[in-house]
């Protein structure tokens, strides 16, 4: 008895002992923190990849923020008939949100992801042990590269917006919008950092420093200052790059394509002699970890939507299908024209028949490529009457599309193709021409934009033109021809409109912006759907207006800012509570 | 007479036998009016004394005739008088040797005139006891103070047979052997068990149970007296749900207790939710602590079999639950499973087979109603064609032309018919049914009358020191759609032992085996499909497109070529030994073990369209987990006079590890035909994997004092440790004292008609810390991203750090009262409580612009206050009929106090600051002075109609969208219209049980429940689709010009803002019905059957609602309605 009590007291004792503090030490076993991770320089390359991955997300699915962008310019409406597809700005593009499909927010979400994840490596580069002072360096740079990206994307689509410096490590809710151009001027100031220490050449998907020239010229633009804009290009032209003008790539040795066709295949976007290729994001088929998840959707979005039914043959009957494994549907995609291009980039601008980039014999897919497809009618096989189809159907149905852009042989789905997977440029030395001729036309160099505007089209096997056809519409107009699906549409007209308006050029001022702008103008005059104000398509007509130049700052970020103040834009409601926004950006905030 | 019948040459038949049936039936009358008339006449001069080894009946017969004159009577085709008896008697009656002699022999003796004694065969009642003179017995139950005491329940001990005394105390039970004990049982008294032998006449005064029930009352690390309780603690019997299948032990609880909230469940895994009192917490799980049989139970409640179960106490007051510290904060489930007891083994098995239906049935369109609707929805959205665009050529309105009608547009089409289904966008394989009259009915396909399943068999005994239960079950249960099954394989094996006087050891052990291996038709997909669509191809396969729209799937696409292995299997067990010290102490040292094992795999082959895109997919999950804990608990129990101490120290630590495989591949090029057991054979494999680690500590100590049964006190204080939460504040502190006071016990205390008063007030503190074990630290996500063909590994900070993270802390206070009127009669409880809870674990919403949406802190404020009412009638009860109700009614309301503490302005009508206030946070739907469920959201004042087209502009609307209440009239409909409409959740909570026992062996049952003030999101409201024109859909009502209801919109309906329809859901149903009937043993006691009882049973049967949708509880998703018939055996 005696020896069980001791040995009962024994145990007790020991359960307490075995049970010291470190029992309840906690221990992460699948989770990677930032005190293991961030401390060299494998854990810093590690956010650059994510930062690098990031880029992509509007490139891919169904509408995606650069869909949002093209549909809010003198390009494209949207087709979709849904209640919820964004025709009506004025009734649609709230604070509280604009729906799932079309949604104008998804571009804020990323982008302030993308700016913590930034501001990680600058807060933490420090302290972290990273011997080689080159490395540190390289990496900052591409740090200040994406943040930099993220708010020149934001203040042209949100105005003034609050600027992070810093990563916050505990809860914050008292923000303040910071002035446009005050973010504008700071970073500028961290691109011609960067540019100094980001590497001349790079692996696929990173940014060398003529990616970083690209957008350093961009935002030189951006804040008026011309003549560093046209540095930032000359340099970024004259870092090794040059415009691809010989035939190369998969398909090199047949003669039926071209050279622009080689230059938007999906083999040949990230190859290394692909030397016009600044910046690309990468999507690949049979990565599935590493992959976008059902690939660029380039079809779905920018191919109309011809098997819907609408489409009729002379009996009317619907003499369209998109059959898994009819031969057509194979062709032509399964495009359900979330963006729906109208007749400005359609037709008004393709005046050069020899131009490439419209060349219907192989490049462009006019409408009139269009037979009835469905075996069952009567018309199999013959061209499409459309007269026989509602005439206010060709909105979704009926409309031509630059096959060699928006094509992408789908391997998920080879039966019914909606766009596979493919890399995708975000910035490719064509553009960087324009933007030099943009510079030389603000800096009245008529004669150096010209050149700059006739290289691009040179290539594209395109008459040159004269000094006196520059102007900002025609620079516009050229970037259209060159860059759809390409360039962030809106933002770049935004960006002109500022620049008018800053510099109060040609009646604009910065005061009534949200009255009066070059955006809405040009907008309505290229954009006829959009000028009509009275096309109802679905549930809601086409229309908007002025102050839809800059989209409302999301309410959520508002609202849950409770103890400081994120301006709305004008226009919007929410906006009489705005405050004057700060102008100096330093790690309070 | 003698000469005929015992003389009789043992084989002799033939016209013998037939005279001796007429006798026999002549003897049967005689022998029934014998009965009535005299009882037993064994005269006590003619005992003997036997000594026979292995002896013939015939023997002993002829011994006893010789020394005592009787004479036995037996038909030699019944009787096997060459049997052989071992007897030793010593100065008995005749009656007692032939008991003993016939003890394992099927016959049975009576008595009859003149010496006569009748021998049969056992036909009624036990084959193994030969014993069956019956009679009846008379009496009256008294009460101690002498009077009559009416609704005593009289029994024969082992049967059925029973009766109840009426009111003037008097019984009379017939059919009473003579070797029966009769027991007496009454609420409130002692049973007593008397023992029947020759008496006819037995009155007996019941003695009163020393306070209230002796029921004794798990309180967690020990048991009290039910009368001895200081908290708020309400014990449920696992008998009281045994007409009743479930699969889900929760089921039982739906509505049954007041202040325990479980809803019905709508699978066919039964799974659901239970919250005890109101939700204490915002963010981490509002679940209570299970503790099963005295050790804390972490797995799924799914893995105890109901009936297992002997009894369930409910912890609800702070002061009961702070014994479980940081786990208690949502209150204590305790759940005892059945004890082994007695010598000799019981075998107890059940079964029970039941079908599913539903409550309530939606349907899709009928192939006429697709058409119709295929019109409306292309009406509505190409509103510039004629409105007779779309109507059948053939019923073309008045004053159209099929001329008129074929010219709507430019297309040449001889045939009208064609054209029309044309203009409804009709696909072709949809036109060429349509034209053969081919119709198919998905939902019919894919709905069905579930077969449930339940088996059950246990043994209980004993033998030596060693007790032992053991149990196994199957349950196999079908839901009302196809492919929604369950099985569940569970086995229970309890065991105890006393080694010696002071050490007993023992175990719990139970082990579960569930599939849910099969893939259910997903519901909404049976609704879109066409009529006009087909199963099945030309060449038999099944369509993946029913109707060639490649946006509508076969809902039997999955159902039908998934390859799927889902099987979880539990081991749940708990070793201990229990010491007996001096001095009144006892220490108790239990080890318990939790293994868990998840293999869910899966294969997606090429025929589905989903596995073609990626030549098949393959998927496998392997997830294991392991815990142990130890529980130390030394007691110490002790009686100085009238001061009674009971005090409990508890040392527990545990720790938990978990871990988790993923692999996937997709490309199966080479074959196909290996599925998920091959992965290597696909193209492109990736691994996730995820484990985790987490420990605990915890001392506790408890002292139960009671003063002269009257003045009780508890005092208890718990420490907690925990790895979760931030290394800043590892442990938490939890301490609670109740008293009570037993009134009735009071010398003063006169009053007669009060049998039990009892005052009850606790104050304690709890915890929560349920909450993700690794949610203090920052956490990097990592993501996978190409560099031209090579994958790289990226990182990023996934979630925000909180270094301070601790525990929720809940204080509470609770009041009862216990009382008992007219003899218990009328009993019952009533409690009030306030609970606070600070420190709330919340996922603080933050500004997204930080790089994070949310972060993990403690802050804010929730109180709960609440009251709960219980109140047990015995209504009626005579001989043949005794009527016994239940009625409990709770509610509980909760304010959210504070959030984040930051301060807003307060504006006036005209925008001038008049105060402030704390800020609410609308991303969460959290509001400062409202309760959780409050629901803000835009009033809908019903649907814009026809003539109301301007102001449903400025809207952005139109007639036939939803009319949004626009407080500040700014034509424009933004979140500060948004309005306070209800509550989501019940506000009150009602349940009506009623047991009615009626015929001797019938019993109905019927529990009626009412959750009521409560609304919800009704989505069958409103039309959003934009595809209609391509699907079917729901038959349900749609605003049109034709059809301008106010209750739902027109199709297509304009979306913006986000707005939501809501419907009251308050509802009262009779949700479960039984009625059970017991074999009399007379029946089956030949089959050597203790027991037999057959029930019938319903659930859901009547509903009654405001609701619209399908099932007001579970809102869209179909209720089931199940009907059971059951047997129990008892062997």
Same mark, same amino acid.
């Given at each position: 008895?005696?020896?069980?009590?001791?040995?009962?007291?024994?145990?007790?004792?020991?359960?307490?002992?075995?049970?010291?503090?470190?029992?309840?030490?906690?221990?992460?076993?699948?989770?990677?923190?930032?005190?293991?991770? =961030?401390?060299?320089?494998?854990?810093?390359?590690?956010?650059?990849?994510?930062?690098?991955?990031?880029?992509?997300?509007?490139?891919?699915?169904?509408?995606?923020?650069?869909?949002?962008?093209?549909?809010?310019?003198?390009?494209?409406?949207?087709?979709?008939?849904?209640?919820?597809?964004?025709?009506?700005?004025?009734?649609?593009?709230?604070?509280?949100?604009?729906?799932?499909?079309?949604?104008?927010?998804?571009?804020?979400?990323?982008? !302030?992801?993308?700016?913590?994840?930034?501001?990680?490596?600058?807060?933490?580069?420090?302290?972290?042990?990273?011997?080689?002072?080159?490395?540190?360096?390289?990496?900052?740079?591409?740090?200040?590269?994406?943040?930099?990206?993220?708010?020149?994307?934001?203040?042209?689509?949100?105005?003034?917006?609050?600027?992070?410096?810093?990563?916050?490590?505990?809860?914050?809710?008292?923000? !303040?919008?910071?002035?446009?151009?005050?973010?504008?001027?700071?970073?500028?100031?961290?691109?011609?950092?960067?540019?100094?220490?980001?590497?001349?050449?790079?692996?696929?998907?990173?940014?060398?420093?003529?990616?970083?020239?690209?957008?350093?010229?961009?935002?030189?633009?951006?804040?008026?200052?011309?003549?560093?804009?046209?540095?930032?290009?000359?340099?970024?032209?004259?870092?090794?790059?040059?415009?691809?003008?010989?035939?190369?790539?998969?398909?090199?040795?047949?003669?039926?394509?071209?050279?622009?066709?080689?230059?938007?295949?999906?083999?040949?976007?990230?190859?290394?002699?692909?030397?016009?290729?600044?910046?690309?994001?990468?999507?690949?088929?049979?990565?599935?970890?590493?992959?976008?998840?059902?690939?660029?959707?380039?079809?779905?979005?920018?191919?109309?939507?011809?098997?819907?039914?609408?489409?009729? +043959?002379?009996?009317?009957?619907?003499?369209?299908?998109?059959?898994?494994?009819?031969?057509?549907?194979?062709?032509?995609?399964?495009?359900?024209?979330?963006?729906?291009?109208?007749?400005? !980039?359609?037709?008004?601008?393709?005046?050069?028949?020899?131009?490439?980039?419209?060349?219907?014999?192989?490049?462009?897919?006019?409408?009139?490529?269009?037979?009835?497809?469905?075996?069952?009618?009567?018309?199999?096989?013959?061209?499409?009457?459309?007269?026989?189809?509602?005439?206010?159907?060709?909105?979704?149905?009926?409309?031509?599309?630059?096959?060699? /852009?928006?094509?992408?042989?789908?391997?998920?789905?080879?039966?019914?193709?909606?766009?596979?997977?493919?890399?995708?440029?975000?910035?490719?030395?064509?553009?960087?021409?324009?933007?030099?001729?943009?510079?030389?036309?603000?800096?009245?160099?008529?004669?150096?934009?010209?050149?700059?505007?006739?290289?691009?089209?040179?290539?594209?096997?395109?008459?040159?033109?004269?000094?006196?056809?520059?102007?900002?519409?025609?620079?516009?107009?050229?970037?259209?021809? *060159?860059?759809?699906?390409?360039?962030?549409?809106?933002?770049?007209?935004?960006?002109?409109?500022?620049?008018?308006?800053?510099?109060?050029?040609?009646?604009?001022?910065?005061?009534?912006?949200?009255?009066?702008?070059?955006?809405?103008?040009?907008?309505?005059?290229?954009?006829?759907?959009?000028?009509?104000?009275?096309?109802?398509?679905?549930?809601?007509?086409?229309?908007?207006?002025?102050?839809?130049?800059?989209?409302?700052?999301?309410?959520?970020?508002? *609202?849950?800012?409770?103890?400081?103040?994120?301006?709305?834009?004008?226009?919007?409601?929410?906006?009489?509570?705005?405050?004057?926004?700060?102008?100096?950006?330093?790690?309070?905030? | 007479?003698?000469?005929?019948?015992?003389?009789?040459?043992?084989?002799?038949?033939?016209?013998?036998?037939?005279?001796?049936?007429?006798?026999?039936?002549?003897?049967?009358?005689?022998?029934?009016?014998?009965?009535?008339?005299?009882?037993?006449?064994?005269?006590?001069?003619?005992?003997?004394?036997?000594?026979?080894?292995?002896?013939?009946?015939?023997?002993?017969?002829?011994?006893?005739?010789?020394?005592?004159? !009787?004479?036995?009577?037996?038909?030699?085709?019944?009787?096997?008088?060459?049997?052989?008896?071992?007897?030793?008697?010593?100065?008995?009656?005749?009656?007692?040797?032939?008991?003993?002699?016939?003890?394992?022999?099927?016959?049975?003796?009576?008595?009859?005139?003149?010496?006569?004694?009748?021998? *049969?065969?056992?036909?009624?009642?036990?084959?193994?006891?030969?014993?069956?003179?019956?009679?009846?017995?008379?009496?009256?139950?008294?009460?101690?103070?002498?009077?009559?005491?009416?609704?005593?329940?009289?029994?024969?001990?082992?049967?059925?047979?029973?009766?109840?005394?009426?009111?003037?105390?008097?019984?009379?039970?017939?059919?009473?052997?003579?070797?029966?004990?009769?027991?007496?049982?009454?609420?409130?008294?002692?049973?007593?068990?008397?023992?029947?032998?020759?008496?006819?006449?037995?009155?007996?005064?019941?003695?009163?149970?020393?306070?209230?029930?002796?029921?004794?009352?798990?309180?967690?690390?020990?048991?009290?007296?039910?009368?001895?309780?200081?908290?708020?603690?309400?014990?449920?019997?696992?008998?009281?749900?045994?007409?009743?299948?479930?699969?889900?032990?929760?089921?039982?609880?739906?509505?049954?207790?007041?202040?325990?909230?479980?809803?019905?469940?709508?699978?066919?895994?039964?799974?659901?939710?239970?919250?005890?009192?109101?939700?204490?917490?915002?963010?981490?799980?509002?679940?209570?602590?299970?503790?099963?049989?005295?050790?804390?139970?972490?797995?799924?409640?799914?893995?105890?079999?109901?009936?297992?179960?002997?009894?369930?106490?409910?912890?609800?007051?702070?002061?009961?639950?702070?014994?479980?510290?940081?786990?208690?904060?949502?209150?204590?489930?305790?759940?005892?499973?059945?004890?082994?007891?007695?010598?000799?083994?019981?075998?107890?098995?059940?079964?029970?087979?039941?079908?599913?239906?539903?409550?309530?049935?939606?349907?899709?369109?009928?192939?006429?109603?697709?058409?119709?609707?295929?019109?409306?929805?292309?009406?509505?959205?190409?509103?510039?064609?004629?409105?007779?665009?779309?109507?059948?050529?053939?019923?073309?309105?008045?004053?159209?032309?099929?001329?008129?009608?074929?010219?709507?547009?430019?297309?040449?089409?001889?045939?009208?018919?064609?054209?029309?289904?044309?203009?409804?966008?009709?696909?072709?394989?949809?036109?060429?049914?349509?034209?053969?009259?081919?119709?198919?009915?998905?939902?019919?396909?894919?709905?069905?009358?579930?077969?449930?399943?339940?088996?059950?068999?246990?043994?209980?005994?004993?033998?030596?020191?060693?007790?032992? &239960?053991?149990?196994?079950?199957?349950?196999?249960?079908?839901?009302?759609?196809?492919?929604?099954?369950?099985?569940?394989?569970?086995?229970?094996?309890?065991?105890?032992?006393?080694?010696?006087?002071?050490?007993?050891?023992?175990?719990?052990?139970?082990?579960?085996?569930?599939?849910?291996?099969?893939?259910?038709?997903?519901?909404?997909?049976?609704?879109?499909?066409?009529?006009?669509?087909?199963?099945?191809?030309?060449?038999?396969?099944?369509?993946?497109?029913?109707?060639?729209?490649?946006?509508?799937?076969?809902?039997?696409?999955?159902? &039908?070529?998934?390859?799927?292995?889902? /099987?979880?299997?539990?081991?749940?067990?708990?070793? =201990?030994?229990?010491?007996?010290?001096?001095?009144?102490?006892?220490?108790?040292?239990?080890?318990?073990?939790?293994?868990?094992?998840?293999?869910?795999? &899966?294969?997606?082959?090429?025929?589905?369209?989903?596995?073609?895109?990626?030549?098949?997919?393959?998927?496998?999950?392997?997830?294991?987990?392991?815990?142990?804990?130890?529980?130390?608990?030394?007691?110490?129990?002790?009686?100085?006079?009238?001061?009674?101490?009971?005090?409990?120290?508890?040392?527990?630590?545990?720790?938990?590890?978990?871990?988790?495989?993923?692999?996937?591949?997709?490309?199966?090029?080479?074959?196909?035909?290996?599925?998920?057991?091959?992965?290597?054979?696909?193209?492109?494999?990736?691994?996730?994997?995820?484990?985790?680690?987490?420990?605990?500590?915890?001392?506790?100590?408890?002292?139960?004092?009671?003063?002269?049964?009257?003045?009780?006190?508890?005092?208890?204080?718990?420490?907690?440790? &925990?790895?979760?939460?931030?290394?800043?504040?590892?442990?938490?502190?939890?301490?609670?004292?109740?008293?009570?006071?037993?009134?009735?016990?009071?010398?003063?205390?006169?009053?007669?008609?009060?049998?039990?008063?009892?005052?009850?007030?606790?104050?304690?503190?709890?915890?929560?810390?349920?909450?993700?074990?690794? +949610?203090?630290?920052?956490?990097?996500?990592?993501?996978?991203?190409?560099?031209?063909?090579?994958?790289?590994?990226?990182?990023?900070?996934?979630?925000?750090?909180?270094?301070?993270?601790?525990?929720?802390?809940?204080?509470?206070?609770?009041?009862?009262?216990?009382?008992?009127?007219?003899?218990?009669?009328?009993?019952?409880?009533?409690?009030?409580?306030?609970?606070?809870?600070?420190?709330?674990?919340?996922?603080?919403?933050?500004?997204?612009?930080?790089?994070?949406?949310?972060?993990?802190?403690?802050?804010?404020?929730?109180?709960?206050?609440?009251?709960?009412?219980?109140?047990?009638?015995?209504?009626?009860?005579?001989?043949?009929?005794?009527?016994?109700?239940?009625?409990?009614?709770?509610?509980?309301?909760?304010?959210?106090?504070?959030?984040?503490?930051?301060?807003?302005?307060?504006?006036?009508?005209?925008?001038?600051?008049?105060?402030? /206030?704390?800020?609410?946070?609308?991303?969460?739907?959290?509001?400062?002075?409202?309760?959780?469920?409050?629901?803000?959201?835009?009033?809908?004042?019903?649907?814009?109609?026809?003539?109301?087209?301007?102001?449903?502009?400025?809207?952005?609307?139109?007639?036939?969208?939803?009319?949004?209440?626009?407080?500040?009239?700014?034509?424009?409909?933004?979140?500060?219209?948004?309005?306070?409409?209800? =509550?989501?959740?019940?506000?009150?909570?009602?349940?009506?049980?009623?047991?009615?026992?009626?015929?001797?062996?019938?019993?109905?049952?019927?529990?009626?429940?009412?959750?009521?003030?409560?609304?919800?999101?009704?989505?069958?409201?409103?039309?959003?689709?934009?595809?209609?024109?391509?699907?079917?859909?729901?038959?349900?009502?749609?605003?049109?010009?034709?059809?301008?209801?106010?209750?739902?919109?027109?199709?297509?309906?304009?979306?913006?803002?986000?707005?939501?329809?809501?419907?009251?859901?308050?509802?009262?149903?009779?949700?479960?019905?039984?009625?059970?009937?017991?074999?009399?043993?007379?029946?089956?006691?030949?089959? /050597?059957?203790?027991?037999?009882?057959?029930?019938?049973?319903?659930?859901?049967?009547?509903?009654?609602?405001?609701?619209?949708?399908?099932?007001?509880?579970?809102?869209?998703?179909?209720?089931?309605?199940?009907?059971?018939?059951?047997?129990?055996?008892?062997?």
């Amino acid at each position: 008895m005696k020896k069980i009590k001791i040995l009962i007291a024994l145990t007790f004792i020991l359960g307490f002992l075995s049970c010291n503090d470190s029992f309840l030490d906690i221990k992460p076993l699948s989770i990677f923190t930032p005190e293991s991770i =961030y401390t060299d320089e494998t854990g810093f390359k590690g956010v650059l990849v994510t930062l690098r991955k990031n880029l992509r997300f509007e490139f891919y699915g169904q509408v995606g923020a650069i869909g949002c962008e093209i549909i809010s310019s003198d390009m494209a409406i949207a087709a979709n008939k849904g209640a919820d597809a964004m025709h009506n700005y004025d009734t649609q593009l709230l604070p509280t949100g604009t729906g799932s499909t079309y949604n104008f927010f998804e571009l804020w979400d990323v982008a !302030y992801n993308q700016i913590r994840n930034a501001n990680v490596v600058l807060s933490r580069i420090d302290k972290a042990d990273i011997k080689n002072e080159a490395t540190k360096k390289e990496i900052v740079a591409e740090a200040l590269f994406h943040r930099s990206y993220w708010y020149y994307r934001l203040v042209h689509v949100f105005g003034d917006v609050p600027f992070l410096s810093r990563e916050y490590t505990e809860p914050k809710i008292d923000f !303040y919008t910071h002035a446009r151009k005050t973010i504008l001027t700071k970073i500028q100031e961290d691109m011609n950092v960067a540019v100094q220490s980001l590497p001349m050449t790079v692996d696929p998907g990173a940014v060398s420093r003529a990616a970083g020239y690209h957008l350093l010229a961009k935002i030189c633009l951006a804040n008026s200052k011309f003549s560093d804009a046209v540095n930032a290009a000359t340099a970024a032209i004259s870092g090794g790059n040059t415009l691809m003008t010989a035939r190369f790539g998969q398909v090199a040795s047949n003669p039926k394509y071209n050279v622009i066709w080689d230059l938007h295949q999906k083999e040949n976007k990230s190859l290394s002699i692909n030397k016009e290729a600044l910046l690309v994001v990468q999507d690949k088929y049979g990565f599935p970890d590493a992959e976008v998840s059902g690939g660029t959707y380039a079809m779905r979005r920018y191919v109309p939507c011809w098997w819907n039914n609408y489409i009729k +043959d002379p009996n009317g009957k619907h003499a369209m299908t998109d059959a898994s494994g009819n031969p057509f549907t194979i062709l032509w995609g399964r495009g359900v024209a979330y963006v729906r291009t109208i007749n400005y !980039y359609n037709y008004d601008i393709w005046k050069d028949p020899t131009d490439l980039r419209h060349d219907t014999l192989t490049n462009w897919f006019s409408t009139d490529k269009f037979v009835y497809n469905n075996p069952t009618s009567k018309y199999y096989m013959q061209k499409v009457q459309i007269k026989y189809s509602n005439a206010k159907d060709t909105i979704h149905c009926w409309f031509p599309f630059p096959y060699y /852009k928006v094509y992408v042989a789908d391997e998920e789905r080879p039966q019914q193709p909606y766009g596979g997977h493919s890399d995708w440029y975000v910035f490719r030395l064509a553009e960087t021409y324009l933007l030099r001729a943009e510079a030389y036309y603000w800096l009245n160099d008529l004669q150096k934009a010209a050149d700059d505007i006739n290289i691009v089209r040179n290539r594209a096997n395109a008459a040159p033109i004269t000094t006196a056809q520059v102007d900002i519409n025609y620079i516009l107009d050229e970037r259209a021809r *060159e860059l759809f699906a390409e360039e962030p549409r809106k933002t770049e007209i935004t960006r002109i409109a500022f620049i008018m308006a800053d510099n109060k050029k040609f009646g604009y001022t910065i005061e009534n912006f949200s009255t009066k702008n070059y955006w809405y103008d040009r907008v309505i005059e290229k954009n006829a759907f959009y000028r009509a104000e009275n096309i109802l398509w679905g549930t809601n007509i086409y229309k908007l207006s002025p102050f839809h130049v800059l989209w409302p700052i999301p309410a959520s970020a508002i *609202e849950s800012n409770i103890g400081g103040v994120i301006n709305q834009n004008v226009g919007y409601i929410g906006s009489e509570k705005n405050q004057t926004p700060l102008t100096i950006i330093d790690n309070n905030q | 007479m003698k000469l005929l019948l015992t003389k009789l040459p043992g084989r002799q038949a033939g016209p013998l036998k037939n005279l001796y049936r007429v006798m026999k039936l002549t003897w049967l009358l005689v022998l029934t009016l014998c009965l009535q008339t005299s009882a037993s006449v064994w005269s006590q001069t003619s005992s003997l004394s036997l000594k026979l080894n292995n002896t013939t009946l015939q023997e002993l017969f002829n011994t006893i005739e010789n020394k005592t004159g !009787y004479r036995f009577f037996y038909n030699n085709d019944e009787v096997d008088v060459s049997q052989k008896v071992t007897l030793s008697i010593n100065d008995k009656t005749v009656g007692d040797i032939l008991s003993q002699a016939f003890k394992d022999l099927p016959y049975s003796f009576k008595e009859l005139e003149n010496k006569l004694i009748l021998i *049969e065969r056992t036909e009624n009642e036990t084959g193994n006891t030969g014993l069956q003179q019956q009679k009846t017995i008379n009496g009256k139950v008294n009460d101690p103070k002498g009077l009559p005491l009416p609704g005593v329940t009289v029994l024969v001990k082992g049967t059925t047979n029973g009766t109840v005394t009426g009111a003037d105390g008097n019984y009379s039970l017939g059919n009473v052997p003579l070797n029966a004990t009769l027991v007496f049982s009454f609420v409130g008294m002692k049973s007593q068990e008397v023992i029947v032998e020759n008496q006819t006449e037995i009155n007996i005064a019941l003695q009163e149970e020393a306070i209230g029930i002796e029921e004794v009352v798990a309180i967690g690390y020990g048991t009290v007296k039910k009368s001895d309780l200081t908290g708020s603690v309400t014990k449920i019997k696992g008998q009281q749900f045994e007409n009743q299948q479930a699969a889900n032990l929760l089921q039982y609880l739906t509505g049954t207790v007041a202040g325990v909230s479980v809803n019905n469940s709508t699978s066919a895994s039964e799974s659901t939710q239970i919250e005890v009192r109101g939700p204490t917490s915002l963010n981490a799980n509002n679940t209570p602590l299970i503790v099963l049989d005295g050790v804390i139970f972490n797995g799924n409640i799914t893995d105890i079999n109901p009936n297992d179960i002997e009894s369930i106490d409910i912890l609800k007051d702070a002061s009961s639950a702070a014994v479980f510290g940081s786990r208690s904060a949502s209150g204590v489930v305790i759940i005892n499973t059945k004890k082994g007891s007695g010598d000799e083994v019981t075998i107890n098995l059940s079964s029970q087979l039941g079908i599913t239906g539903t409550t309530n049935e939606i349907q899709p369109y009928s192939p006429e109603g697709y058409l119709k609707f295929r019109q409306d929805f292309l009406r509505r959205t190409n509103p510039s064609f004629p409105t007779a665009y779309y109507d059948n050529p053939n019923s073309l309105p008045e004053g159209i032309t099929l001329d008129t009608w074929q010219k709507y547009d430019e297309t040449v089409n001889p045939d009208p018919e064609d054209t029309w289904m044309n203009r409804l966008k009709l696909r072709e394989i949809e036109k060429k049914n349509i034209l053969e009259g081919k119709t198919f009915d998905w939902f019919d396909e894919g709905m069905r009358t579930g077969i449930r399943q339940n088996y059950d068999v246990s043994l209980n005994g004993g033998t030596g020191v060693l007790k032992y &239960y053991w149990s196994a079950g199957y349950t196999d249960n079908e839901n009302y759609i196809l492919g929604d099954d369950y099985k569940i394989v569970r086995t229970r094996l309890n065991t105890d032992a006393n080694v010696t006087n002071y050490l007993k050891v023992g175990m719990n052990a139970q082990f579960s085996s569930k599939d849910e291996s099969n893939v259910t038709v997903n519901m909404g997909n049976l609704a879109t499909q066409s009529p006009y669509g087909q199963l099945y191809d030309d060449n038999g396969e099944l369509k993946w497109y029913p109707h060639d729209d490649s946006n509508i799937t076969n809902p039997f696409m999955n159902y &039908y070529n998934y390859d799927k292995f889902n /099987k979880a299997q539990n081991l749940f067990a708990n070793i =201990y030994g229990e010491l007996n010290l001096p001095f009144g102490f006892s220490f108790k040292t239990s080890f318990i073990n939790r293994y868990d094992w998840v293999k869910n795999y &899966y294969y997606n082959p090429s025929t589905t369209p989903v596995g073609n895109k990626t030549m098949g997919y393959a998927q496998r999950i392997n997830s294991s987990l392991y815990e142990w804990q130890i529980d130390n608990i030394l007691t110490w129990k002790k009686k100085f006079g009238e001061h009674d101490f009971n005090v409990t120290l508890l040392y527990n630590a545990e720790k938990k590890q978990t871990w988790r495989d993923q692999v996937e591949n997709i490309g199966f090029l080479a074959s196909e035909a290996l599925t998920y057991h091959q992965l290597n054979a696909g193209s492109s494999p990736t691994v996730i994997n995820n484990d985790t680690y987490s420990t605990g500590t915890a001392m506790m100590g408890r002292l139960n004092y009671v003063l002269k049964s009257r003045y009780f006190l508890t005092l208890t204080y718990r420490q907690d440790g &925990y790895s979760a939460f931030g290394q800043l504040n590892p442990y938490a502190n939890f301490p609670s004292a109740a008293v009570a006071w037993n009134v009735k016990n009071e010398n003063f205390f006169k009053t007669k008609w009060v049998s039990n008063l009892k005052l009850r007030t606790s104050y304690g503190v709890n915890g929560n810390r349920d909450i993700g074990i690794y +949610d203090a630290l920052a956490q990097l996500g990592t993501t996978k991203y190409l560099s031209g063909t090579t994958v790289v590994s990226g990182i990023y900070s996934a979630t925000m750090a909180n270094a301070d993270l601790r525990w929720e802390r809940t204080t509470a206070l609770n009041g009862g009262i216990d009382f008992g009127f007219f003899n218990g009669k009328i009993s019952g409880s009533a409690e009030v409580y306030k609970m606070k809870t600070t420190d709330l674990l919340l996922l603080r919403s933050l500004p997204a612009i930080i790089g994070y949406k949310s972060v993990m802190s403690n802050m804010g404020q929730l109180d709960n206050k609440g009251f709960e009412f219980t109140l047990e009638t015995r209504n009626y009860s005579d001989k043949k009929v005794s009527w016994n109700s239940s009625l409990v009614f709770s509610f509980n309301r909760n304010e959210i106090v504070h959030l984040y503490g930051e301060m807003v302005d307060v504006f006036d009508k005209d925008g001038n600051v008049i105060g402030q /206030k704390e800020a609410d946070d609308r991303t969460n739907g959290w509001f400062i002075g409202e309760s959780i469920d409050r629901v803000w959201d835009y009033r809908a004042l019903g649907i814009w109609q026809l003539g109301e087209e301007e102001e449903a502009k400025s809207f952005g609307k139109a007639p036939g969208d939803v009319k949004l209440n626009d407080p500040d009239g700014n034509g424009i409909s933004t979140q500060e219209d948004k309005e306070f409409l209800g =509550y989501s959740k019940p506000r009150y909570h009602w349940g009506l049980r009623n047991d009615i026992s009626f015929l001797k062996n019938f019993t109905f049952s019927c529990f009626i429940r009412a959750e009521l003030g409560y609304m919800g999101p009704n989505g069958l409201l409103m039309h959003k689709s934009q595809t209609e024109d391509r699907q079917n859909a729901w038959d349900v009502p749609y605003w049109s010009p034709t059809n301008p209801i106010n209750t739902a919109t027109r199709l297509n309906t304009v979306d913006t803002p986000v707005f939501t329809l809501y419907e009251s859901r308050g509802f009262v149903r009779l949700q479960d019905a039984s009625i059970s009937y017991n074999i009399p043993g007379s029946i089956i006691n030949k089959l /050597k059957i203790n027991r037999c009882k057959v029930y019938l049973s319903g659930r859901n049967m009547l509903t009654f609602s405001k609701w619209s949708g399908w099932d007001p509880e579970s809102g869209n998703t179909p209720m089931p309605r199940i009907y059971t018939f059951g047997i129990d055996l008892t062997l």
